[in-house]
C-alpha cells in the first residue's frame, strides 16, 4: 500500500483531534468554564450572580462591550437596542413564502441570513463601527424575528415593538400579545424570561459558536455568521435538547416510568440518550441548570400551577445521579434539561424553544465573532484531516468498470 501522503510528500505533524476535545481554536477573553468544578464566569463574574443580580441587557453589554455598564452606559446601550427592534417592511412578506407549518428553526435560518440583504450599510466586517451596528441589530431584531416566527406558525397578525417596554417584556408582548395593546407583562414571568436569555447568552467555544466563528473567518458578513450558528444550534445533540428533553419527559410521563427509560439510555445497543444529560466540558453539575431548576419553582408559584412533568424531572434526576452508569461517565443535567419545563408552563411551544436559545446566543455569537475579527492574529479556519481514502490510481473509463 502506498502511503499517498508520504508520495506528495506530506510529512509534517498534525493533531487528530475528532471533535476537537482538546484543541484550542482561538483566545478568548469573555467565558471562562471549569467543567470538572461546575463554574462558568463571564468576564470574570459568576453565571449565579449574573442570573440573580443582572439584567440580560447588562449581560449583552458585559459581553459585547467588556464590562458590566454604569447607569448612563446602561440607558444607553437600552437606547441603542431599543432603536433598532423594527425590522424592515419587506421583511415581513419574506415570512409568507414558508409553509405555516415550518419549523420556526428554519425560518429563523432563512430570515437572519436574508438580513444582510436589507442592511448593506452594515456588512463592511474590516469597519470596527459598521460591525458594531450589525451586532446591535442582530441583538435587536432578533426578538422581533422570533416573535414573528411564532405568530405565523399560529396565523396571528405579527406585533411591532413597543419601545417602551424591556427587551424581554418587548419579546413578550410580540408573541402573546392579542390584542397587543391589550396585553399586560407580568413582571415575574418578564424576570424569569429575562434570566433564561442571561444562562443562554454565551458558553465559550461551543459547536454553534464555534461554526460562528469558522463562517466569519472567512470574512462572510455577520448575518450569514450568525444563521449558520442557528443552523448548527438547531442539532438536538446542542439547542435542540431542550426540545428533545421536554419530549422525553412527556413521553415518560409518570415516575414509575423512569427505570425503564434510564436502563435504556444504559444500553450500548440502544441508540436512546436522556435529553438533557451530559455534556462535553462539564463533568459536574451545570452551573445554569440548578439556577433554571429554582426558576422552574419561582414560575410555578407565580402562575400558581403544578406540572407532573416536573416532577417527573427531579425523580429522573435522582435515579440517574445515583446510578454508577451516570456517576462513572460524569453525567449530570444540562441547561437544557428544566429549560423545556418553563417555557412550556410561560406558553411557548416546544418548536419554540431551540428560537428562544437562539435568540439569547446571538449577543454570545456576535461578541465572539468581533472578539475574532478584531484579533490581528486572525486567520481562515482551516482544519486538517487524516486522509483514509484510495492512493493515486488511473481514471478507468465508464464502459471498461
Ligand atoms: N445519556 C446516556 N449516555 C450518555 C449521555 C446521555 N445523555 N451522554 C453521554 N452518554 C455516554 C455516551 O454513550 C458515552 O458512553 P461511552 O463512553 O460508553 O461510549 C459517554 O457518555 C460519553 O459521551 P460522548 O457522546 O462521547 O460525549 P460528548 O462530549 O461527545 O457529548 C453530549 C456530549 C452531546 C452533550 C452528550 O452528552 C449528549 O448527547 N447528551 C444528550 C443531548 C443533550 O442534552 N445535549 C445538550 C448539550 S448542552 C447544550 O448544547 C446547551
Known sequence: VVDIRKLYGQTGAFTYDPGFTSTASCESELTFIDGGEGVLLHRGYPIEQLAEQSSFMEVAHLLLRGELPTADEYADFNNTITRHTMVHEQLRGFYQGFRRDAHPMAIMCGVVGALSAFYHDST???DPAQRMIASHRLVAKMPT???MAYKYSIGQPFVYPDNE???TGNFLRMTFGVPAEEYEVNPAIEKAMDRIFILHADHEQNAS???V???GSSGANPFACIAAGIACLWGPAHGGANEAALNMLKEIGHPDRIPEYIKRAKDKDDPFRLMGFGHRVYKNYDP???VMQETVREVFDTLKVKDPVFEVALQLEEMALNDPYFIDKKLFPNVDFYSGIILSAIGFPTSMFTVLFALARTVGWVAQWNEMISDPGQRIGRPRQL?????KRDFVPIDKR
Not at 387 to 391: E, M, N, R, S, V
Open 165 to 167: 417596554l424591556s427587551y
Open 288 to 290: 445554569r441548570a440548578s
Open 209 to 211: 459558536t464555534s461554526t
Open 145 to 147: 424575528i422570533a416573535a
Open 213 to 215: 466563528r469558522l463562517a
Open 387 to 391: 486522509y483514509t481514502g484510495p492512493a
Open 124 to 126: 463592511d466586517i474590516n
